[in-house]
């Protein structure tokens, strides 16, 4: 694994593009699987998103459209960023935790790299899809998120 500059990614049509200005080998193993009924609703399966600083992260092509969802755990929203001409989910904010944001791993363009650390939202996933052995389990969300996390 080499960083080679920075590191870029996009929707499938490329209409918006995207680049990190983290070396690869910061945040290659720190990627988060989450199984809550909202990923699953929205991406069919549990996803798989890399959490960093919001100023690491540039839109660098396009204007994303996103909305405001505010069926979380804390009631605080989480603005979801996608494509608006092939429905691609690029990256996540919210408001419980400023600052941050969650790119999707399957949207960058070296995401084969990436390594998940943990999975949250256990007690949600889809019993046919099989849990990662050795990650870090979370019956609820991030910490930080709300007052009930649990580690």
């Known amino acids: 694994?080499?960083?080679?500059?920075?590191?870029k990614g996009s929707c499938f049509c490329e209409a918006v593009a995207y680049e990190l200005s983290v070396p690869l080998s910061e945040i290659v193993s720190r990627g988060c699987f989450c199984n809550c009924r909202t990923c699953q609703k929205l991406f069919g399966d549990r996803s798989f998103d890399v959490a960093l600083q919001l100023s690491d992260f540039k839109v660098t092509k396009g204007s994303p459209s996103s909305f405001s969802d505010t069926q979380t755990a804390s009631g605080k929203a989480m603005i979801r960023y996608f494509c608006s001409d092939c429905g691609s989910s690029i990256y996540t904010t919210s408001d419980?935790?400023?600052?941050?944001?969650?790119?999707?791993?399957g949207t960058l363009d070296r995401a084969s790299e990436f390594r998940p650390d943990s999975e949250i939202y256990v007690d949600?996933?889809?019993p046919s899809i099989s849990l990662e052995q050795d990650l870090t389990k979370s019956i609820k969300h991030y910490k930080?998120?709300?007052k009930e996390?649990?580690?």
């Open 96 to 105: 419980a935790r400023p600052g941050r944001v969650w790119v999707k791993v």
């Open 1 to 7: 694994m080499t960083d080679n500059g920075p590191l």
């Open 149 to 151: 996390v649990h580690y």
């Open 144 to 146: 930080g998120m709300d």
């Open 124 to 126: 949600s996933g889809i």
